[in-house]
C-alpha cells in the first residue's frame, strides 16, 4: 500500500526547542539519581580543593546547534555567551568526585560520552534516499489478482467508449504497439484495455478456469461433461491448441505460455527468454510418480531447486535429480548374488530389499508439492515432454467437477482454438489514514507481460502502487537461477529473433536480459519523482 500523506496538522517544533526538553529530562534524571544515592548533601559540600574541578566541568561549552544557519563567526559568539547548564557527564563526575578531564579552548573531553554525541552531531547530515530500480522486476508466477493504487486519478476508467474498446481490441489482436503511428484510438483507455486482454483455451462459460480449484465448482455446472462425446471433443481441441502454442514457441513468435492443471503447472519459454539460449518448460509442483513417469519415458529433467543433502548411503548428492537417480538406480539393480555369498539368506534378503525400497521411497517424497519438486526441461527434451504432456492422462482428472476437462492454455498472443478474454475490472475508491485512494481491481489470470505493459504506459509523472494474489503452486517459477551460457550471448539477436513474439520493443528487451531481475513481487510501487521502482 503506498505511503499516505503527511498531515497538515502535525505541529513541527523548532530543534531549540527539542534540545530544552532533552535537557530537562536530564536534570530530572540527574537529580534523581543524586537523591536515591544518598549522596545530596554530599555534594553541596564539597571541598574547596575540589571546587576548581567543579568549576572546570560547569564551564564546559554548550553544543553547536547543526539547525542554525548562520556564519561561523556569529555561531562561535553565540557559543561563548550562552548559558551554561549541567549535562548528564557533570552529574557522573559529581558522584564520582572527579575532576573533569583536561581540555584545551579548541578540543573537547574524549571521555565524555555527550561530547561525542555532539560531534557526530556536528558532522554534516548526510541524506539518504530511497534506492529504487529503473525497471520494474519479472514476476514469473501467476497472479489471480492485481491492485492499482493511487493517490491522483487514474488516467483510464472502467468504462469504455465504443472506439475505445474497438481500438483495444484490435491492438491487442494484432500485437500492434500502441506508441507507433496508427489510425486507431491511443487514448489512455484504449491502451487500458489492450493490457488487460489474454487467450485462454478451453473457455467455457458456466466454468471457471483459472485458478484451477475445484472445491468452487459444483457437480451440476459440469455435469453435461459427463457425456463421452463431449469430453473427446474437448480433449481433441486442447490438443491442436497445445500444437499450434508449441509450434509459436519453436518460430519464436509467442515468448511464453501456460498450461495449468488440476495437479501441476507447466511454464513453456521460448529461447532468449531470460538469457537462456534454449526452448526450456518449467513444472511445478511435482510428485514422485510423475517424476517416474518422465524418466520412464527418457526425459531428462534437473531440479534446481532441490536442497543439497546427505543421502542414506553416505555420500554427499548433487543439485536436482541426482539423489533419487541413484537410490533408483541402486533399487533397481540390488546385488542379491554378493548377499548369497556372505551367507545372508533368502528372507533377509527380502526383508533388505524391503527397507531399502522403503528408504527410496521415503527420500523421493520428501519434496513433493513443494518448491523444491520443480522440474527444468531443456534443449531436445523440451519436444519429447510436449508429446508426453499431450498424451498424459494424469493431465486430465478423471472424476470430480472438473472431470474430462482439458488443462487451461493461457498466453499473450493468439493461436489456434483460442478465446480471446477479458480481466474483470471493478473501479473504487478507498478511505485510509484520513485521505483518499483511487483504485482499481483486475480480477483474472494475470500474465507476467500485463503487469509491465500497465505499468509502461502510466504517465511518467504519475505515482501509482500495485498488489497482488499469486497462485502459490506457480511461486516456484520465480525463484529458479539458471546459469548458462547466458553472458556470451549476444542480447540483441535473441531480441531480433523474438521481434514478433508479441511484445513491446521496451518490454521484449528486458524478458531478454540475462541479467534482470526475477523475484516474487507482492507489491510494486513506481515513484514520480525519482522515476524508479521499488517492492516487497
Not at 190 to 198: D, E, G, I, M, N
Request: glycine share 4%; with cysteine.
Amino acid at each position: 500500500m503506498p505511503e499516505s500523506p503527511k498531515k497538515s496538522e502535525q505541529k513541527w517544533h523548532h530543534p531549540s526547542e527539542v534540545m530544552k526538553l532533552h535537557k530537562l529530562k536530564m536534570k530530572k534524571k540527574a537529580l534523581q539519581a543524586r537523591i536515591t544515592g544518598g549522596i545530596l548533601n554530599q555534594t553541596r559540600t564539597t571541598t574547596a580543593d575540589k571546587s576548581t574541578a567543579l568549576e572546570d566541568i560547569i564551564s564546559a561549552k554548550k553544543r553547536k546547534n547543526p539547525f542554525v544557519k548562520d556564519s561561523e563567526n556569529k555561531r562561535c559568539k553565540q557559543d561563548v555567551r550562552a548559558p551554561v547548564e549541567e549535562s548528564s557527564d557533570q552529574t557522573l563526575f559529581k558522584l564520582l568526585h572527579q575532576s573533569s578531564p583536561s581540555t584545551s579552548s579548541h578540543t573537547k573531553p574524549l571521555t565524555s560520552f555527550e561530547n561525542i554525541l555532539n560531534n557526530e552531531n556536528n558532522s554534516d547530515v548526510v541524506i539518504v534516499k530511497a534506492q529504487g530500480e529503473i525497471n520494474a522486476p519479472i514476476d514469473w508466477s501467476l497472479k489471480s489478482k492485481m491492485r492499482l493504487w493511487s493517490i491522483q486519478p487514474f488516467l483510464w476508467k472502467q468504462k469504455l467508449k465504443i472506439s475505445e474498446e474497438a481500438s483495444g481490441t484490435t491492438g491487442f489482436v494484432r500485437c500492434l504497439d500502441s506508441g507507433t503511428a496508427t489510425n486507431l484510438d491511443t487514448s489512455p483507455n484504449a491502451k487500458f484495455h489492450q493490457c488487460c486482454l489474454y487467450w485462454q483455451q478451453p473457455a467455457l462459460p458456466w466454468l471457471s478456469l483459472f485458478p484451477r480449484t475445484s472445491g468452487k465448482i459444483s457437480e451440476s455446472t459440469a455435469s453435461v461433461l459427463t457425456v463421452p462425446s463431449i469430453k473427446s471433443s474437448l480433449q481433441t481441441a486442447w490438443s491442436d491448441s497445445l500444437r499450434s502454442l508449441f509450434q509459436l514457441i519453436r518460430t519464436k513468435q509467442c515468448p511464453y505460455f501456460y498450461v495449468c492443471a488440476n495437479n501441476f503447472t507447466v511454464l513453456f519459454r521460448a529461447a532468449g527468454i531470460c538469457g537462456i539460449g534454449d526452448i526450456h518448460a518449467l513444472i511445478t509442483p511435482t510428485t514422485r510418480g510423475f517424476r517416474h513417469l518422465l524418466r520412464q519415458e527418457d526425459i531428462e529433467f534437473t531440479m534446481p531447486l532441490k536442497k543439497k543433502r546427505m543421502s542414506d548411503q553416505g555420500y554427499e548428492t548433487l543439485d536436482g535429480e541426482s539423489t533419487e537417480n541413484a537410490l533408483v538406480d541402486e533399487e533397481e539393480s540390488p546385488d542379491e548374488q554378493w548377499l548369497e555369498s556372505m551367507g545372508i539368506n533368502a528372507d533377509d534378503i527380502k526383508q533388505i530389499n524391503y527397507t531399502q525400497a522403503k528408504i527410496v521411497h521415503k527420500a523421493e517424497c520428501e519434496v513433493d508439492n513443494s518448491e523444491q519438486s520443480l522440474v527444468l526441461i531443456e534443449g531436445a527434451e523440451v519436444h519429447a515432454f510436449y508429446n508426453f504432456l499431450i498424451n498424459c492422462k494424469s493431465a486430465t482428472s478423471p472424476t470430480g467437477p472438473l472431470a474430462g476437462i482439458p488443462p487451461t492454455l493461457l498466453a499473450p498472443v493468439a493461436f489456434n482454438g483460442a478465446t480471446l478474454q477479458a480481466l474483470k475490472v471493478q473501479e473504487n475508491k478507498v478511505h485510509v489514514d484520513n485521505c483518499d485512494y483511487h483504485s482499481l481491481v483486475l480480477s483474472g489470470p494475470i500474465l507476467p507481460s500485463t503487469i509491465h505493459n500497465i505499468f509502461s504506459m502510466n504517465a511518467s509523472e504519475h505515482s501509482m502502487s500495485a498488489t497482488f494474489a499469486s497462485v502459490a503452486s506457480t511461486t516456484a517459477f520465480s525463484k529458479i537461477t539458471k546459469e548458462s551460457d547466458a553472458s556470451k550471448r549476444n542480447i540483441i539477436f535473441d531480441k531480433e529473433n523474438l521481434s514478433d513474439c508479441g511484445l513491446n520493443s521496451k518490454i521484449l528487451d528486458q524478458f531478454c536480459k540475462p541479467d534482470v531481475c526475477v523475484t516474487n513481487v507482492e507489491c510494486l510501487k513506481y515513484n514520480s519523482e525519482s522515476k524508479t521502482y521499488t517492492w516487497t
